[in-house]
């Protein structure tokens, strides 16, 4: 039928998918690329996660699965990866495979099968590649999806276009990214050291606030209308209180604290007094 | 609500492996001083935690023991319990084959211990307990963590590393738990947990890629979380009341049926740890009028 139209030679319509990973993922694939078999060049697997509304793929866990790559073939062990997909589902059954990951820069030779056998897992997952030897001297991450290039009915080739990929890593933020970031944390940060170390960081925003103003009304820089704007925004959300108002509310929150402080100090006396009524006993 | 504690409990299937292993940790014993953990294993845990919240959920932590060092370096969650004696026989499976599968793909496949979520800080449960001595039947050094994810909110990473202290486990395993004995072997409320350090450690892999990934801006969601700007000024700002501090729904205030001796020991703990909590919501709380104040006054 295509024949008799003439071949047509048809590119895939560009789509609009864009990718989302969480830092778990990233932790993930690098601890199996660290624990991979002797003589494995890299380790592929599957990713988990979701597509949101406005067809983002949310990629929030993966798992590795073996396999065996030579030049010319690849085996994936797919009772494994069935396996594991089924616990996976067991703990949480919103988790669902959206594509694979595979660790080295960019698509490679076998990458193509691995991608078909997905696509029959998944409508059109997605690639991750994540560079663990920064081939390029970076850390590089990118997100591919795949099409098939045919020419009338003739399938030629597939073409992996890559996507764009958010890794800002939002799920991770929570934790602070400090104890992500060096080899060793000695100790973890309780309420007033991570207030403190917040607190800091404000200081050092406000400075630099200050002296980009400075430096602007003096005219050593120019001047940034979006700044300006930005600045005016953070400057206006402060609410304008009458310091009467401002005193009062202030002092009564102050108290309130002071009372919750004060409560649990009575609870604590309380405490040591049972212990102290329940060793008193022995003596009698 | 599940049962957290009890889920996690070794069942028939797994005691064999987990029997296997404690032969090999035989050695004489030298005491437990620091949990290092991967940032890998505290970012599974915390997703779990968080993602079933205010649900509690349990999971098994992998690694190895090393000296005077617990080293937790991954881990797995366990699926919610149902209550029948089939989806026990399933748990067992599940825990078995996952197990399995890690090892094939060189997971560290010994049991050091298990996760849990918690509310409020309230982790202080028989339940717990009895989890404890069921592990520490088969595995000597064993810890279980504790997430707390209704306090990530504050900007706090809410990890504790618990385990119970000898003299406790002594007179639980010969049911010493008597006003008596207890003042006998000068145990008291304190001496029930015992809180280990944690140290985080990240492989020098990881660590590169979070120096590189790690977003430019210098404030993070934690820094907005501690100081809670945002959301009370847009409050204040509209007229409102301030969002309360604290979930008011404590579940300390449910009944508690004919007190023991142990009950009042773990209430007193839970007590004090709510009163340490507490204290630093206040002090927090301290630090954030007096910026407020500093604010308004410039």
């Not at chain 1, 024949?3 to 989302?20: N, Q």
């Not at chain 1, 919103?94 to 076998?110: A, L, P, R």
């Not at chain 2, 079933?52 to 060092?69: H, I, K």
């Not at chain 2, 969650?77 to 090892?103: H, V």
Request: glycine residues 6%; negative net charge; proline residues 5%.
């Amino acid at each position: 039928m295509a024949a008799a139209e003439g071949p047509v030679l048809l590119f895939p319509s560009t789509s609009s998918t864009s990718a989302r990973v969480e830092a778990v993922v990233v932790f993930n694939i690098c601890d199996s690329y660290v624990r991979r078999p002797d003589q494995a060049e890299r380790v592929i697997g599957t990713l988990l996660g979701s597509v949101l509304p406005d067809g983002t793929v949310h990629v929030r866990n993966s798992y590795v699965v073996p396999h065996n790559e030579s030049p010319d073939q690849v085996a994936l062990d797919i009772e494994y990866h069935h396996n594991m997909y089924a616990s996976h589902h067991k703990v949480n059954p919103k988790e669902v495979i959206v594509g694979w990951f595979s660790t080295g820069f960019g698509v490679s030779g076998g990458s193509t099968l691995i991608h078909d056998f997905y696509s029959r897992e998944v409508q059109s997952p997605i690639h991750l590649t994540v560079d663990t030897g920064f081939t390029r001297g970076d850390a590089s991450i990118k997100a591919y999806i795949s099409s098939n290039l045919s020419l009338g009915d003739r399938h030629l080739a597939a073409q992996f276009q890559e996507i764009p990929l958010d890794l800002r890593m939002l799920e991770a933020g929570k934790v602070g990214f400090d104890i992500l970031k060096s080899t060793i944390v000695e100790k973890l940060p309780n309420d007033l050291e991570g207030m403190e170390s917040s607190m800091e960081k404000l200081y050092v925003l406000i400075d630099e606030i200050y002296k980009y103003v400075d430096d602007v009304v003096e005219g050593r820089v120019a001047p940034d209308n979006k700044i300006g704007r930005f600045i005016s925004d953070a400057v206006a959300s402060m609410p304008k209180l009458s310091p009467a108002a401002f005193d009062k509310l202030f002092n009564d929150r102050i108290q309130d604290n002071l009372a919750l402080v004060y409560l649990s100090s009575i609870t604590r006396t309380q405490i040591s007094i049972a212990e102290k009524l329940n060793t008193a006993a022995q003596i009698l | 609500m599940a049962n957290p504690a009890a889920a996690a409990g070794p069942s028939g299937g797994a005691r064999s492996f987990l029997q296997a292993v404690s032969t090999v940790t035989e050695e004489a014993p030298s005491p437990l001083r620091v949990v290092q953990m991967e940032g890998l294993a505290v970012l599974k845990i915390i997703k779990h935690c968080e993602e079933f919240a205010p649900a509690l959920v349990t999971g098994q932590l992998l690694g190895l023991d090393v000296g005077s060092v617990l080293e937790v370096t991954n881990c797995f969650p366990f699926p919610m319990r149902e209550d029948d004696e089939e989806a026990d026989a399933d748990g067992a499976n599940y825990q078995l084959e996952m197990m399995r599968c890690l090892r094939e793909v060189n997971v560290d496949n010994n049991t050091v211990g298990w996760y849990q979520s918690c509310l409020l800080g309230s982790f202080q449960t028989v339940e717990l307990i009895e989890t404890f001595m069921n592990y520490q039947e088969n595995i000597r050094r064993c810890v279980c963590i504790v997430y707390d994810p209704s306090r990530s909110n504050q900007g706090v990473l809410a990890l504790k590393a618990l385990k119970l202290t000898d003299s406790f486990m002594d007179l639980y395993r010969n049911n010493g738990l008597t006003g008596e004995k207890l003042r006998e072997k000068k145990l008291s409320w304190v001496d029930i947990f015992e809180e280990i350090p944690i140290k985080v450690s990240n492989s020098a892999l990881v660590s590169a890629f979070m120096m590189e990934l790690e977003p430019e801006s210098p404030v993070s969601q934690c820094d907005f979380d501690r100081l809670k700007l945002q959301e009370n000024m847009a409050r204040k700002a509209a007229g409102e009341e301030p969002l309360p501090e604290e979930d008011p729904s404590n579940p300390i205030f449910k009944p508690i049926p004919e007190p023991s001796r142990l009950e009042g020991y773990l209430v007193t703990n839970q007590i004090s740890s709510y009163c340490n909590h507490i204290n630093g919501v206040a002090g927090q709380n301290f630090n954030r009028l007096y910026l407020m104040k500093a604010l308004q006054e410039d």
